[in-house]
């Protein structure tokens, strides 16, 4: 069975310090991979997402980045953090597929709060 | 382009009744629809998914949806709620042919005991 791993579940970074939240799937190749954040405990915003090692989109110009160096390994980075960027962070993974009918999985989350 | 709209912040319900959670969608062309829960401090999971066919979906947890394609909506229900069903709610639309999942805002759903 398929399995996705985030880490870590909580952070608190420093206003300019570098973040890196790492994402992996276990259990299935080639899958489409995405980072979503959730602010305030509502609405998701999706940041990027990837079909494909080192193919990534970016849906919203900010102060992150997003690598993808390895088929099954989803990386969210930011060089110097603001205090906007906190908030919940989600990464999930949905096969590969030209139709689109398949759900998407997510991961637990990582919480992060920038001080 | 797509979007989701749930037009509810917070749905009430008492223990043993019906509860409806509404979602509207937009999108050019047939869509892919999809029901997630969510609880505190944790991911989403997915509960159930429009594709095609039978516009009544069934799902987990004694969950399901109806698909209307001249309402553009697609409202999770459940005939009984339980004070555990208590969770935030996301309806999301795909596209056919799109990577991406698009998600509503979310509706808090409170059942009292």
């Known amino acids: 069975s398929q399995t996705i791993h985030q880490w870590p579940a909580t952070l608190v970074q420093p206003v300019g310090s570098p973040l890196s939240l790492e994402c992996t799937v276990e259990?299935?190749?080639?899958?489409?991979l995405y980072w979503y954040r959730q602010a305030a405990g509502r609405g998701l915003q999706l940041l990027f997402y990837?079909?494909?090692?080192?193919?990534i989109s970016s849906e919203v110009p900010q102060n992150l980045s997003a690598s993808r160096p390895q088929d099954r390994q989803f990386i969210l980075s930011s060089k110097k953090l603001l205090l906007s960027d906190s908030g919940f962070y989600l990464c999930?993974?949905?096969?590969?597929?030209?139709?689109?009918?398949?759900?998407?999985?997510f991961g637990q989350g990582t919480r992060l709060t920038v001080v | 382009a797509q979007s989701v709209a749930q037009p509810e912040d917070q749905v009430n319900v008492a223990e043993g009744n019906p509860l409806t959670v509404k979602c509207t969608y937009s999108?050019?062309?047939?869509?892919?629809l999809f029901w997630y829960v969510q609880y505190p401090n944790r991911g989403l999971q997915f509960l159930l998914k429009?594709?095609?066919?039978?516009?009544l979906v069934k799902g987990s947890y004694g969950f399901e949806a109806e698909f209307n394609k001249s309402q553009t909506s697609f409202h999770l229900k459940k005939p009984s709620a339980l004070v555990s069903d208590s969770a935030l709610y996301f309806c999301?639309?795909?596209?056919?042919?799109?990577?991406?999942?698009?998600f509503g805002k979310g509706t808090m759903l409170l059942v009292s005991p």
């Open positions: 999301a639309v795909r596209a056919v042919g799109y990577s991406t999942l698009t």
């Open positions: 429009y594709i095609t066919g039978d516009n």
């Open positions: 990837s079909v494909g090692i080192g193919q």
């Open positions: 999108v050019s062309g047939n869509p892919y």
């Open positions: 259990g299935t190749s080639n899958p489409n």
């Open positions: 999930a993974w949905s096969p590969r597929s030209g139709t689109g009918r398949a759900e998407a999985f």
